[in-house]
């Protein structure tokens, strides 16, 4: 079974310029789950889709970022116009249950895409 | 809010050495508690986990136990290799959301 798959793996770009990630989540994962590792500090959460549903998007940074899950498979988050501070991983994951707190449900993480905004 | 807060890095040990991360959180309720690690090129993938009080998570030698009353989930392996070389991410799951705490690069030395 293939995992969680994104793309690209790397990518620069100027500041000003766009970049869209694209994230394959597990088949038949209804959630979604977009994270992000600014470098040297802690992995933080930007948003959660069921299906092509916004769950919980209280972690996006701001309008300059925009997730789409078109048809509830694959995910893009677009970044427009980039600015310098969005350098980092980007991480996609999935899980096919809802996450519960006492339940131990994991979700599974994607390689992560790099960005470096210049 | 909730949060959770581990041992800064970088951490470099000889093999065979005792290997301990500390990771401590906060949260509201009773949250499940991960660890997840990062090998080179990789992607997370989740180590261990424990759900309850007093629950001990274990896997590849490591083990962590879920210790409410100091709110600590501390990582632990007795003999490291160097095929553990990785930055290792202690996580809680509330509600929705897993937070994170800063990761702490481990470089395990022949």
């Known amino acids: 079974e293939a995992g969680v798959t994104q793309f690209p793996s790397h990518s620069v770009i100027e500041k000003g310029q766009t970049v869209t990630l694209r994230c394959d989540p597990i088949?038949?994962?209804?959630?979604l789950y977009w994270y992000r590792r600014v470098m040297g500090k802690e992995i933080k959460f930007l948003l959660h889709f069921v299906k092509e549903s916004k769950q919980d998007e209280s972690g996006m940074p701001n309008n300059r970022f925009l997730a789409e899950r078109t048809g509830g498979t694959y995910s893009t988050l677009k970044v427009q116009p980039a600015e310098l501070e969005d350098s980092g991983v980007y991480f996609c994951a999935s899980s096919q249950d809802r996450l519960r707190t006492t339940s131990g449900n994991t979700i599974y993480f994607g390689e992560g895409s790099w960005l470096t905004v210049v | 809010g909730d949060s959770v807060t581990q041992m800064e890095g970088p951490v470099t040990l000889s093999e065979e050495a005792f290997l301990t991360i500390n990771c401590t959180y906060t949260?509201?309720?009773?949250?499940?508690l991960f660890w997840y690690v990062q090998y080179p090129g990789e992607g997370l993938q989740l180590l261990l986990k424990?759900?309850?009080?007093?629950d001990k998570g274990s896997n590849k030698g490591f083990e962590a136990t879920y210790r409410k009353e100091t709110t600590s989930f501390h990582l632990e392996k007795g003999s490291v290799q160097v095929s553990d070389s990785a930055v290792y991410f202690c996580?809680?799951?509330?509600?929705?959301?897993?937070?994170f705490g800063t990761g702490t690069s481990l470089t395990v030395i022949p």
């Open positions: 949260a509201t309720g009773y949250p499940s």
């Open positions: 996580a809680l799951n509330a509600g929705n959301q897993f937070y």
């Open positions: 424990a759900t309850k009080a007093d």
């Open positions: 088949s038949g994962h209804d959630n």
